[in-house]
């Protein structure tokens, strides 16, 4: 029996679902993964305002340097990401910033750096339902080379590069590893490519710097090593000098 009308839920019925008006959002947000890489970045704004609560996620938007900014916990893999992207995008948001974590593809990129990321290689489960498979899922050129002169001027150690982002953490194998690597990609993650793909359909810039948390080649973890650590408030100090040097053009 044909469906009498489309029945799922868009992004514009969600936002009126979370109470979230026009103007609510700031012109730039920053969107992490987990809720105290948040919490550090709501240290850098002024008088935050809680925005909305959607499952375990929060965002506020306050004042940095005169300008309004928005900082959320946004999600840790494609699908929750998805939805805040869906959110911010169709919230009126016009830069997105995702600040997230890596595991590094090269042997050379030591945990603790940073990546910027200059593609992202889709291996999620979620952008099939957006895209085909020749979309080319690239950040905001503007925008990420913001993010760069800022990691210089702070003098932080970065590497750009494509990203490979999967949805099957404990399946990646030497195989398809290798194969991703052939591809280009120079680190793995599991949100850059919804994230990045539905601000780009949204016509919304974005782009996506990570710390690295581990190697993938060398088999280094690093979540409990202090360069991890301390490399998650680079990308918050990062982000927010971009923001500050794209507001000072």
Request: hydrophobic residues 40%; contains cysteine; proline residues 3%.
């Amino acid at each position: 029996m044909p469906m009498k009308k489309d029945i799922h839920l868009t992004a514009k019925e969600l936002l009126y679902m979370l109470g979230i008006k026009p103007h609510d959002f700031g012109k730039y947000a920053l969107v992490t993964g987990p809720a105290d890489r948040r919490d550090a970045a709501l240290k850098q704004i002024k008088n935050p305002v809680r925005n909305f609560s959607f499952m375990e996620y929060t965002f506020y938007s306050g004042d940095f340097n005169g300008t309004k900014v928005t900082v959320g916990n946004g999600g840790r893999y494609s699908a929750d990401s998805a939805i805040s992207a869906e959110i911010l995008t169709n919230g009126g948001v016009d830069n997105l910033i995702r600040t997230g974590s890596s595991g590094a593809l090269r042997e050379d990129i030591q945990i603790g750096d940073i990546i910027i990321v200059t593609s992202a290689i889709r291996g999620d489960g979620v952008t099939p339902y957006y895209v085909k498979d020749n979309f080319k899922t690239i950040p905001d050129n503007k925008l990420t080379d913001a993010l760069v002169k800022a990691a210089q001027n702070l003098g932080v150690r970065y590497h750009k590069g494509p990203i490979w982002t999967t949805d099957a953490l404990l399946r990646e194998t030497r195989q398809i590893v290798e194969s991703f690597i052939s591809k280009g990609a120079i680190a793995v993650d599991m949100v850059s490519s919804s994230f990045l793909t539905i601000a780009q359909l949204n016509n919304c810039k974005a782009a996506s710097i990570m710390a690295v948390s581990d190697n993938v080649i060398t088999g280094e973890m690093g979540f409990t090593n202090i360069n991890y650590y301390e490399a998650e408030q680079k990308i918050i100090k990062v982000a927010f000098e971009a923001i500050k040097l794209l507001e000072s053009k």
